[in-house]
Structures are given as structure tokens and as C-alpha cells.
């Protein structure tokens, strides 16, 4: 069974430093997983590299369609911003009822 890892933290932290590394390591078999973001597309960013960037009504779809993962929202001087990920076909994912909760898997 597949694991999702996150690399979490502040920015400028060294996190896509830290992602670099351990991307160059073949031996981890390790695959990007790019989560989406309502947030806008700033100067520089590909959608689909740093992320998909969405609108809330994508969110909503996913939501509706039992296809969210997890989202995490964030209060900005911009407006509420959100961060997701979602079960759209970049990996292969299994989700199990156990005892009233719900666990996702990676094959």
C-alpha cells in the first residue's frame, strides 16, 4: 500500500529545497503528487507544476463526486484561500469504510 507524504512548512523554510533532494533519490520510487489551490496563479507559477489552481466550484465538484481528500482553508488578507488534494487519476486510490471512518489508500 502507497503512503501520501506531505512536506509542510513556513515559507522560505526549504521545503521544495528538501523536495529537490529527495526527488533525485531513484531509489525511493517517489511520485509528485500536484494538489490544487483556489488561490490566484502568481508570476512564474504553471498550472499543473506548483499546483492545479481552481475555483470553489471545482472544490464543490470534487466534494460532491466523493473525489476530496483534504482540504485545509486558510484566512488571507485576500479572502479564504484553499488547498486540496483530490482523487483525480494522478494515483490510484482506494477508499474503505472501517467502522464508521473513512481510510484512503495509494495501490
Known amino acids: 500500500m ?3 507524504f506531505y512536506i509542510m512548512g513556513k515559507s522560505s523554510s526549504g521545503k ?12 525511493l520510487g517517489l511520485k509528485r503528487l500536484v494538489i490544487y489551490t483556489t488561490r490566484p496563479i502568481r508570476d512564474g507559477e504553471v498550472n ?9 466550484n471545482k472544490l ?4 460532491r463526486n466523493g473525489k476530496l481528500i ?3 482553508t486558510y484566512q488571507t ?3 479564504p484561500w484553499t488547498y486540496f488534494t483530490a482523487d483525480d487519476g494522478q494515483v490510484s486510490v482506494v477508499m474503505t ?11
Open 16 to 27: 521544495d529545497s528538501i523536495y529537490r533532494q529527495l526527488e533525485g533519490n531513484q531509489e
Open 60 to 63: 464543490k465538484e470534487f466534494r
Open 70 to 72: 483534504e482540504a485545509r
Open 77 to 79: 488578507v485576500y479572502g
Open 2 to 4: 502507497g503512503k501520501i
Open 97 to 107: 469504510a472501517i467502522w464508521g471512518s473513512v481510510h484512503w489508500s495509494l495501490l
Open 48 to 56: 499543473g507544476r506548483e499546483y492545479f489552481f481552481a475555483d470553489e
